[in-house]
């Protein structure tokens, strides 16, 4: 893999992933302001979470016609965010970025009127990533040899993100289907780095933790050991497992797993990327063909944090894993977050999981 | 407040509540299936929460033209949930319910294949609360003396759940706007009986045992004395205050609090319920004024847990108040829970806090 890096008119880094060497030189020909940022991160003291307040992203770009796609290649006099006239893989920090190393650092220490409500600087990064140069391409039909690709592409940027002082977490995550609010069409995934630990990772270290004290087991290696050999499995391979978990709570929900224990993507050996590869093509294939359409999805990795934290254990006590999950309950019916779950938590859920990795079993995958 | 309990065609309770005597002996005609529940409750070993799989409800009334609205009071020829043709306001067990009490209680103990996700049944209770026999009304125009029926059916409701063995939280709601999945058209809420503690009020609870331990404080006691005096307030009188939170996750978010420091709704006194219909339809009417069309909402009871938990603090602990948030940025656009909540649970809002305070007050209610 290739790796070039340049620079986009308002001094914003792009990153172009190649298999093999080509020149990356073209120049970010428009006329850009500089990205001007002033996130802030607030700590909810009843919940104990921090919540990042990103004001200037109201006015951000907002389902463009498909001529008009800011992650086309440029064309000659229709100049987008990728300068080059095509390209494989390319990285770039968003435009309209939520978390940035460069925000404005200078903000008080509170929310106005409310000492408990710490402030800081919306400081992380955010970046978009191409999983290719065809607008109506999705990820499922990629191909293996691209896949790839971006695997290694998550793989760098876990390590570059994670290597910036002061992030602590680094999420890639694809959103795919405007049923979902997904703004732009183009095949692209994010990445997200936090200066702090996002609640899922804090409350599944915490339950490592207390499963530690009460059986003196690895929570996480009880877990695959349980589910890999159970009646949830949806597709495995030699390196990979996928099963439906089985307190899932979303309507299709899997959970990808190495069957060896790594923190992050970086662990993952060239053969465990390419046995991924293989497992992930195949259940976003099912997930396309469940119905006539292609379900909507959230495809979310879940790394280690980047430090060992307080007790010294906690990338010894992750498992890397990939969680897939569809709101899409039934052709044209969306399952909504609505006050059992948004309000106090509860998720409430009407597929049954035995059932789901029945229904996606049976999808013929050519 | 008279309160008189019928029975529905397949046994389900159904009570009306009145403001004055009424004659309810309208008999229930339809020839109704039992209610055959199958729900179960999975224990998510990895994120520590109870999930409840309610497969069943697969087949609910999802979006009935107006003139078959289940809720509506009944007509000859066309009998309803209501039997009664006219009525205030109307409690029943759902006829597709998340958790009932009388659920089949023959359930393994584990999930197939993973004795990591402990298994019980769907026990609980879903009600749905009518608050108008008026199909085309919202909440916010049934006027104080219907509003406050309501809170008394809410107390009533939060007794009585509460005093049934084995519910440990009792969550009065309402979803509000099909844009977030309402599938009723007709005014209503709900009132769920889990018989566990959700995530928010497991997580404030541990938050307000930290804040005691580190600075010897109230947690709620000390948000509200600073909300209270703060930049954020919308709306307020002698007993109840509505402000926007320093953290607020929704892109329209209000916290009500009573101004005196109490468990839930039953222990609010009569003027405080008055004064909280006051400061309720008030905030409703801005809610329904900030755009051309009245928001979409999620109106959400925190109320303390029926019992005092294994530190015997957890109703002493608890400050009852009511979220109401809306998931609209602007008109048309909804926010959407995508990978950074849905799948790590970093929240991260488009709107700021003052702003959308002084948007709030700004809106004239007449």
Redesign the interface.
Known sequence: MIRTSRRLADGREILYFDAEPVARDAVDTRDLPPVATRSQL??????????????H??TRT?LPPADECPLDPSRPGRPTEIPESGYQVVVFENRFP?LATGVDRDVPAE???????ELRPGFGRCEVVCFTDEHDRIFADLGPDRARLVVDVWADRTEALGAIEGIE?V?P???HGEE???TLSHPHG?I?G?PYL????Q??L??AR??RARTGGD??A??VA??R????VVTANEHWVAFV?????WPYELHLFPTRKVPDIPALTGEERDAFVSVYLDVLARFARRFDAPMPY???W?QAPVHPGSDGRARDDWWLHL?L?SLL??PG????????E??????????????VAEQLRAVVVE
């Open positions: 607030r700590f909810d003291a009843l919940l104990g979470e921090w919540v990042a307040i990103a004001s992203r109201q907002f939520s929310a106005p009127g409310n000492s408990l409500a977490y999420f995550f694809e959103n979902i609010g997904v994010q997200y936090y996002p609640a899922r990772a409350k599944i915490a339950s207390a499963h929570l996480f009880d877990v349980a589910e050999s159970g009646p949830r978990p089985a307190a899932a709570r959230i495809a979310s879940n969680q999950f309950r039934a019916k969306m399952k909504y977050l609505a006050g059992s948004s309000g106090v938590g509860a998720f409430i859920t009407d597929t049954n999981p035995e059932d």
